[in-house]
Structures are given as structure tokens and as C-alpha cells.
């Protein structure tokens, strides 16, 4: 009878995470390295930098409902159409974000949560969570980080009150010895919404501003007090897009001669206030990096830092303060190269997977993504990988194949690596992207 080998591949049609089972499909790119992540809960380990800076925020937002949303899984709707990203949107697909399947995934953002937390009926929130996103290796990229989502909306009639108040921030701030450059502008390419008067919207605009430049005051001002440089802290507004803001924005701040973004933001679209069954409300929206934002202030060189589960690391950080991080040791780097041939293009219907059905590829077509390249690596090596740089990479004029070499660089954060132990990491990834990217050592 085929029982056995029935309920055997039953199992493997199905995942079960968290207590709840999600059927297998073509989306289904999360591997179990990712999904070890879900327990971790940086942002709420007490005296973890994440955690220490969420309360520093919490802190300066003091009349804000702190909220902690209890999973990472939500579904698609949640996380793209319930918040207007069109169809095609690149965020989608399966190169840049982990499905379960085709309705369930791992959110890319804490602003997957903004319809229900405003359905909920709250009006000034803040809200810190693990997000997970496909993407490249270096010592800023890891493939789970943590943001923090913070809106305020007001009623109509609350909304009397708000012209003295963004007078009375504006006069706070200009005590500050903060430069702020504000090069964004109400333009065409970054309106606001036909359904607002444009008064109003410009007032809601400035108390996001002031808002989150006391923040960032709050935040960075001390530290560059106690820094031996006598230039103020610069803040940078630029114009941005988002689907569920308008006008929106991105911050930036000065930081070791160059301009660092941490955090997009924008007017709510009254769609979405509409979608959460709170048409009449209007107000602002921001989500933040907590992690761009603790490497800064904390002094911390390498995200992966973060996931350390060494004492050493750990010991150094306390809750309520923003200390400087000192290195225990660094230990040597370890860099390995591959060349390799990429899969040769054979006839485009053999391609398979979600690529009819959402625009993306899934390791397994013939197109070569570097963030499939980059998931097979941290598979194999987990946090020894330290980056993956993309150094050669050509076409042979005759055969028209297209050859790429990426440099390997593998380090420990907490021992020396052995030259063996790289090696057969090594050697197990290259045996992975034979087998699942179809590429051709050279
Ligand atoms: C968003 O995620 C929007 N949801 C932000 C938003 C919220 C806009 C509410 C409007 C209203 P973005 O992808 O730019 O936008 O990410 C926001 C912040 O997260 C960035 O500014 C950065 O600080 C952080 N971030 C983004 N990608 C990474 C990454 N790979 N590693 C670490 N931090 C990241
Ligand atoms: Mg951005």
C-alpha cells in the first residue's frame, strides 16, 4: 500500500512554523536558516543595543502606545496590496522577499501592520518588529534587521490646535545646535492628496518634521557633543516614494563624512486610513532602521555583531545608555574566489516557478540573481560569511557566455577560522550552486 510514501511527501508539501502548518508552492524561498531567526527577538532582549534603543525611542515618544506584534508571518495583502504597491512592484518578487507560499510571508516592513494597528483604533503608536528581506552581503546587509513603525493621526476637530504646536517645536528646535537641510519641496513628483487641504497637509508635513528631528536631536545630539568635532549634527529631507505616503520623505544624517539614510516617512495616504475603517482620521507615518541607526551610536562595525550570542558582546551594552562598543579582537579574514560560467539561456519555457505568476525568479530558472547567489552562501556559512564582492565579470565575445568571479570573504566574529573549515565551506557552496543555480565552476 502507499501509505508510507503518501504521508511522506505529504510532509515535505508542508511547512509547519509557529505552531501553524503553510502549504508548499512555487513561492515557497524561505530556507530553515531564515526561519531560525523568528525566536530571536533582538528588539526585546533587555540590554541588547536593538532593545536599548527601541525604549531610547519609546523614551523620547513619550505619550506613544509601544506595540510588539507577535509574528513575523503576515500575508501578502498585508504586507503589498492592502498598502497600494502595484502588481509589478519590485519588492514582490521572489528575489527579494521570503514567501512561505503564495499568501504568506515573512514582512518586508513594519508597515505590514499599519492598517490593523489603525483599525485598532490607535491614534500616536509606535511599533518595533523583525523584518526580512533578500538582499546582498556586506558589513551593513544582513537578511533580517529590525524597524520601528511610528504614525500619529488626529480627527478633524484635533487638528485645530496643530499650528500652535508646530510653532511652539519649531522654537525647541532652533535652541538645538542642529542644521537641518530640508531639500525635499510639495512638487508635482511628490504631492499632496487631492482629498486634503493643502494647509492642513503642509502642517501635518512640519509636525513630522519637527517630531522626528527632536528625535534624531534626542538621539545623536549627545553623542556628537562628547565628539572631539565642533561642526553640529546635520540632518538631511529629501523627496522619497512610497505608495502608502504622499508627500514623502527620507532622512538622512551626517555621520563619518557621509550622508547615511534611516528612515522613510510621508503623510498617510487616506486610503489606507479608509482600508482601517478610519476615514475621518489624517496624520503621518515613518518607518526607521534600528539597526543603521545602533551601528551609528553604539559604534557597533558589523550588523552581524547583533546576533551574537558572545558574552563579550553582550556584556558591554545596559539599558538606557548609549555606550562605545570596544572590539574584543578582530580575527583574520579568510577570502576565497569563484569563477564560474552562468547557466546557458535554453528555451524560455523550461523556466519554472513564480516567474509567470509575480515577475520574479526562483533559484531553479535559468536567470542568474546575485540575491539567490548570496542566499545559497549564507546557507552554507551562516554569520562566518562576511561579504561577497562581485569582482570580475565578462562576456566571451564568441560563445556569448557571460563568466563572473565573486570573492568570498569569510571571517568569524568571535575565533580564527581554520584554512580546512573555510575550504569545505567553500566547497559545500560551490556544490550548492552547481546543483540548485545551475553555474559552471571554471
Ligand atoms: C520602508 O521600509 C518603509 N516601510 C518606510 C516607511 C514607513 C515609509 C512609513 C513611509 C511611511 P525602506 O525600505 O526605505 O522603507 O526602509 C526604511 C529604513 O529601514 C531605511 O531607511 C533603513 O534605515 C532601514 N533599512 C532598509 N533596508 C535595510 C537593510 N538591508 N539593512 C538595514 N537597514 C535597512
Ligand atoms: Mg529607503
Redesign the pocket.
Known amino acids: 500500500a502507499p501509505v508510507g510514501p503518501l504521508t511522506e511527501s505529504s510532509t515535505t508539501l508542508e511547512q509547519a512554523i509557529e505552531g501553524n502548518t503553510y502549504k508548499k508552492d512555487a513561492w515557497t524561498n524561505t530556507p530553515p536558516s531564515i526561519l531560525a531567526k523568528l525566536p530571536r527577538r533582538l528588539h526585546q532582549q533587555e540590554n541588547h543595543p536593538i532593545s536599548i534603543l527601541r525604549n531610547l525611542i519609546e523614551t523620547h515618544f513619550k505619550d506613544f502606545q509601544a506595540i510588539s506584534p507577535a509574528s513575523a508571518i503576515v500575508t501578502t495583502h498585508m504586507n503589498f496590496d492592502e498598502l497600494g504597491f502595484p502588481a509589478d512592484h519590485p519588492g514582490r518578487s521572489l528575489t527579494d522577499s521570503y514567501y512561505l507560499n503564495q499568501t504568506h510571508m515573512l514582512r518586508t ?3 505590514a501592520h499599519e492598517v490593523e494597528t489603525f483599525r485598532a483604533g490607535h491614534d500616536k503608536w509606535l511599533l518595533s518588529a523583525d523584518v526580512y ?1 533578500r ?1 546582498e552581503i556586506d558589513a ?3 537578511p533580517v ?1 529590525h ?1 520601528m ?1 511610528g504614525a500619529r493621526v488626529w480627527t478633524q476637530d484635533q487638528l485645530q490646535d496643530l499650528k500652535s504646536l508646530n510653532a511652539k517645536m519649531a522654537e525647541e528646535l532652533a535652541a538645538c545646535p542642529l542644521v537641518i537641510e530640508d531639500i525635499s519641496i510639495s512638487s508635482e513628483s511628490n504631492p499632496y492628496q487631492p482629498e486634503h487641504n493643502p494647509e492642513l497637509a503642509k502642517e501635518i508635513a512640519q509636525n513630522l518634521k519637527h517630531s522626528l528631528n527632536s528625535m534624531i536631536f534626542r538621539l545623536f545630539g549627545q553623542l556628537k557633543a562628547k565628539s572631539t568635532d565642533e561642526e553640529p549634527l546635520r540632518v538631511r529631507w529629501i523627496e522619497a516614494f ?1 505608495p ?2 504622499t508627500p ?1 520623505y ?1 532622512v538622512e544624517v551626517f555621520w563619518n563624512g557621509e550622508w547615511l ?6 503623510v498617510v495616504m487616506q486610503k489606507t486610513l479608509k482600508n482601517a475603517g478610519v476615514p475621518q482620521k489624517l496624520g503621518w ?5 534600528l ?2 541607526i545602533a551601528m551609528i551610536l553604539f559604534s557597533i562595525p558589523d550588523i552581524r555583531l547583533f546576533w551574537s550570542e558572545d558574552a563579550r558582546f553582550l556584556r558591554q551594552f545596559k539599558e538606557g545608555r548609549i555606550t562605545t562598543f570596544k572590539p574584543y579582537s578582530k580575527y583574520p579574514p579568510c577570502y576565497k574566489d569563484l569563477s564560474f560560467w552562468l547557466p546557458q539561456e535554453k528555451n524560455p519555457k523550461e523556466a519554472r516557478g513564480a516567474k509567470a505568476a509575480g515577475g520574479g525568479m526562483t533559484a531553479g530558472t535559468l536567470t542568474f540573481h546575485e540575491n539567490d547567489f548570496c542566499e545559497i552562501v549564507r546557507d552554507v556559512a551562516g554569520d562566518l560569511i562576511e561579504s561577497v564582492t562581485l569582482i570580475d565579470d565578462f562576456t566571451n565575445k564568441k560563445t556569448g557566455r557571460q563568466s563572473k568571479c565573486y570573492r568570498l570573504n569569510y571571517r568569524s566574529m568571535d575565533r580564527s577560522l581554520l584554512n580546512e573549515e573555510v575550504n569545505a565551506l567553500q566547497g559545500e557552496v560551490i556544490q550548492r550552486l552547481v546543483e540548485e543555480l545551475h553555474i559552471e565552476p571554471r
Request: charged share 25%.
Open positions: 516592513h513594519t508597515s528581506r538582499d551593513s546587509h544582513y534587521f524597524q513603525e512610497f502608502f505616503t514623502s527620507e539614510e534611516i528612515l522613510g516617512c510621508g507615518a515613518f518607518g526607521l532602521g539597526e543603521r
